[in-house]
Structure formats: structure tokens, C-alpha cells
């Protein structure tokens, strides 16, 4: 849960690094939360197929930011500029590409975007 309120803490900072094990906790956390408030938007509203409900459409909108942060994070931690987000944007290869960065291990050492987040100090 720690990397949940640490992503969030830092809502709409696209600068620095994200470590692998943030970013995935990150969405990992994000998905229960989405499926929960739409358990409980179902539970309220009744049966829903096509769209999901206020709950998680406002929870949904809150955290948008705090996922393209992370994620333009998480990129410049692999090496690469913000702007590969886009992939996004390509059907299914799109997001088959997207996924295998996220998934790819810390460029070594401090990069143009920060210090190494695996050897950060506490404090």
C-alpha cells in the first residue's frame, strides 16, 4: 500500500524515476480499487453492462494524473522520454509494446531523468 500513497503523494510530478515494483504495485492496487467500486456501483445501482457507475467514474477520474505520471516515471526509469506514452494510441500493438517497457528493468545508475530509485536513501 505504500507504493499506492506514494504515487498519489506525488499526484502530478512527470519528472524523476519510478521503480518497477512502484509502478506495477501502483496498478495492481488501482485494479482492486476500480473493481471493488464497481462491485459496490453495481450492488447500489443494480446490474450495469455497458458503463461503469458514478463511484467509479469519479474514482476512475481522481486518479488519472497520478497513472500518467507514474507512467512517464516509470519510462524515464527504463531510459526513455515521456512522449512513448503514445504508444497507447496503436491498437493492440500499441499497448503489447507499452507493456514490455514497463515491464523491462531500471536503466542503471543515475540518467538524465534522476537518481537510481532502487539505491535512493531514506529520509
Known amino acids: ?6 504515487v498519489l503523494r ?3 510530478v512527470f519528472r524523476g524515476r519510478s521503480a518497477r515494483t512502484e ?3 501502483f496498478i495492481i492496487i488501482n485494479l482492486v480499487m476500480t473493481l471493488l467500486l464497481d462491485l459496490f456501483d453495481s450492488a447500489l445501482l ?3 453492462v455497458y458503463a461503469s457507475g458514478p463511484l467509479t467514474s469519479i474514482y476512475m477520474l481522481a486518479v488519472l494524473l497520478p ?3 507514474v507512467a512517464v516515471r516509470r519510462l ?6 515521456g512522449w512513448y506514452l503514445l504508444l497507447l494510441l496503436i ?3 500499441g499497448l503489447l509494446l ?3 517497457l514497463m515491464a523491462q528493468d531500471s536503466h542503471p545508475g543515475d540518467n538524465r531523468y534522476g537518481a537510481d530509485p532502487k539505491h535512493r536513501t531514506a529520509g
Open 98 to 100: 507499452f507493456l514490455i
Open 91 to 93: 491498437p493492440f500493438i
Open 67 to 69: 497513472n500518467l505520471a
Open 23 to 25: 509502478y506495477w504495485m
Open 10 to 12: 506525488q499526484y502530478a
Open 76 to 81: 524515464h526509469d527504463t531510459g526513455r522520454s
Open 1 to 6: 500500500m505504500r507504493w499506492y500513497v506514494e
Open 46 to 48: 443494480g446490474d450495469m
